[in-house]
């Protein structure tokens, strides 16, 4: 399993921006898709974006045209870049890596992001 650890969550007033980054131990060119996945107090875990090892990407209809989700293989790193944040965007948000050869997902701890004035 490739190990994940999120970065980058905090207060931000609504509007405002933030970027996460999540750091894979190993590397995961080719291998697993990657994704972002969010849980707000008191609410399941949501899907919010993701990218296929051949670069597509897919977004919740709720953060389409605000979030972008991009990876660097170089540096075994997947990055989301929120944009025009909205209070309802406040959450934990979690790194996913799903292996397109076993199955198996990898989770990391999650960081949190809170928008508020």
Same mark, same amino acid.
């Given at each position: 399993?490739?190990?994940?650890?999120?970065?980058? *969550? /905090?207060?931000?007033?609504?509007?405002? =921006?933030?970027?996460?980054?999540?750091?894979? &131990?190993?590397?995961?060119?080719? %291998?697993?898709?990657?994704?972002?996945?969010?849980?707000?107090?008191?609410?399941?875990?949501?899907?919010?974006?993701?990218?296929?090892? *051949? /670069?597509?990407?897919?977004?919740?209809? =709720?953060?389409?045209?605000?979030?972008?989700? &991009?990876?660097?293989?170089?540096? %075994?790193?997947?990055?989301?870049?929120?944009?025009?944040?909205?209070?309802?965007?406040?959450?934990?948000?979690?790194?996913?890596?799903?292996?397109?050869?076993?199955?198996?997902?990898?989770?990391?701890?999650?960081?949190?992001?809170?928008?508020?004035?």
């Amino acid at each position: 399993q490739v190990q994940l650890v999120e970065s980058g *969550g /905090g207060l931000v007033q609504p509007g405002g =921006s933030l970027r996460l980054s999540c750091a894979a &131990s190993g590397s995961i060119r080719g %291998n697993n898709a990657m994704g972002w996945y969010r849980q707000a107090p008191a609410k399941q875990r949501e899907w919010v974006a993701s990218i296929t090892s *051949g /670069g597509m990407t897919h977004y919740a209809d =709720s953060v389409k045209g605000r979030f972008t989700i &991009s990876i660097d293989n170089a540096k %075994n790193t997947v990055y989301l870049q929120m944009n025009s944040l909205k209070p309802e965007d406040t959450a934990a948000y979690y790194c996913n890596a799903h292996n397109l050869m076993d199955g198996m997902n990898s989770w990391g701890t999650g960081t949190l992001v809170t928008v508020s004035s």
